[in-house]
């Protein structure tokens, strides 16, 4: 339900055509080979581990004996991380990590969770602009470079942010009910419209945006579920 969009051997996909960015895999929970649909399963993460792990970690060292080289990378290429861990490690008086990640949770969970509405997806939209505005203030005590729990989770709150964004801007885009995403205002499933996967990729302080990936369909046809 959701996670890294990968193909059948684990290879990171980048748009809805399926083409892989060399050299990076994901597998298991972090992944979506599409295994659980709209709606996850007992055990299923189990599958996205054993299969899809195996065939991730085959194709990985098929790729290495093909003779694959390290891809150059930019100059600045770490220059985004190290000034957003400075910029932790010398902020002084601002909010507190933990109050913002709690007030995220409860928001989150009243406004996007199991039941939603345009309305509420809407309200969760604002209140994340104003967490990250919060976030733009905040600051830690542990100063140090070892072993800094402080500043990992400061650096977890901002993905969480991101991940939260995901999820609203997600639900909010797609006007049907579908596995476990419900819509009050919306209450069908609308095959028509919606039988594909969204993707999202994120811009910095603008709206993710959606694209859309079809969703490839074998054996079994998608059918209402009626337990």
Same mark, same amino acid.
């Given at each position: 339900?959701?996670?890294?969009?990968?193909?059948?051997?684990?290879?990171?996909?980048?748009?809805?055509?399926?083409?892989?960015?060399?050299?990076?895999?994901? !597998?298991?929970?972090?992944?979506?080979? $599409?295994?659980?649909?709209?709606?996850?399963? @007992?055990?299923?993460?189990?599958? &996205? +581990? =054993?299969?899809?792990?195996?065939?991730?970690?085959?194709?990985?060292?098929?790729?290495?004996?093909?003779?694959?080289?390290?891809?150059?990378?930019?100059?600045?290429?770490?220059?985004?991380?190290?000034?957003?861990?400075?910029?932790?490690?010398?902020?002084?008086?601002?909010?507190?990590?933990?109050?913002?990640?709690?007030?995220?949770?409860?928001?989150?969970?009243?406004?996007?969770?199991?039941?939603?509405?345009?309305?509420?997806?809407?309200?969760?939209?604002?209140?994340? !602009?104003?967490?990250?505005?919060?976030? $733009?203030?905040?600051?830690?005590?542990?100063? @140090?470079?070892?072993?800094?729990? &402080? +500043? =990992?989770?400061?650096?977890?709150?901002?993905?969480?942010?991101?991940?939260?964004?995901?999820?609203?801007?997600?639900?909010?885009?797609?006007?049907?009910?579908?596995?476990?995403?419900?819509?009050?205002?919306?209450?069908?499933?609308?095959?028509?419209?919606?039988?594909?996967?969204?993707?999202?990729?994120?811009?910095?302080?603008?709206?993710?945006?959606?694209?859309?990936?079809?969703?490839?369909?074998?054996?079994?046809?998608?059918?209402?579920?009626?337990?």
């Amino acid at each position: 339900m959701g996670g890294i969009p990968t193909d059948n051997d684990g290879r990171v996909v980048i748009d809805e055509n399926n083409t892989p960015i060399p050299g990076f895999y994901a !597998a298991g929970e972090a992944a979506c080979v $599409s295994v659980h649909g709209a709606n996850r399963l @007992g055990t299923n993460s189990l599958l &996205d +581990l =054993i299969v899809f792990g195996r065939r991730a970690g085959k194709a990985i060292m098929e790729f290495l004996n093909s003779g694959a080289e390290f891809i150059p990378l930019p100059k600045d290429a770490a220059e985004w991380t190290e000034s957003q861990i400075q910029w932790l490690l010398s902020s002084q008086n601002g909010e507190r990590v933990a109050h913002i990640r709690s007030d995220l949770q409860k928001a989150m969970m009243e406004y996007a969770g199991v039941f939603r509405t345009e309305e509420s997806l809407q309200k969760m939209v604002s209140i994340l !602009a104003e967490l990250r505005e919060r976030y $733009s203030k905040v600051s830690i005590d542990d100063k @140090g470079k070892q072993f800094n729990t &402080d +500043l =990992i989770e400061a650096l977890e709150l901002r993905n969480l942010l991101d991940t939260a964004e995901a999820v609203v801007y997600g639900a909010l885009n797609r006007t049907e009910s579908r596995g476990a995403h419900y819509r009050e205002d919306y209450p069908k499933r609308d095959d028509d419209n919606w039988l594909k996967h969204t993707l999202l990729y994120y811009r910095e302080n603008q709206a993710p945006e959606i694209k859309y990936k079809p969703v490839r369909i074998t054996k079994y046809q998608p059918m209402e579920r009626k337990y």
